[in-house]
């Protein structure tokens, strides 16, 4: 998988705020759908565990996903506002936003 675009990352122990887009031409759309391409929510939550790996800088094993959530299509090459922060107990709370609405959450357990 390729890395999307980012314009700005803030980090700090406790999370990161990054803004980044998804390139049209990138592999992150192949197959997913022809003629109306959308960010799978596949790389959506891929994005979240290498944004959690590089914050800690350290592979992670997700053992959970709780409360993930899909609510708005992200489109290629759509701004959009990334936020990963520390619940406790090895729980990560990560979303996206475009536009001031949510497109993606949810809660990754890993260890």
Request: glycine share 12%; with cysteine; charged share 30%.
């Amino acid at each position: 998988m390729t890395e999307p675009a980012v314009e700005t990352r803030k980090t700090s122990e406790s999370g990161c705020e990054i803004t980044m887009s998804f390139p049209p031409e990138s592999d992150f759309f192949d197959g997913h759908f022809e003629g109306a391409p959308v960010l799978p929510g596949v790389v959506q939550t891929g994005v979240a565990v290498r944004e959690l790996e590089r914050l800690l800088g350290r592979p992670v094993r997700v053992k959970e996903i709780k409360k993930l959530k899909f609510a708005k299509v992200v489109h290629p090459g759509e701004r959009v506002e990334f936020s990963l922060s520390r619940k406790g107990g090895g729980e990560w709370v990560f979303r996206y936003e475009s536009g001031g609405e949510i497109c993606a959450s949810g809660i990754l357990v890993a260890e």
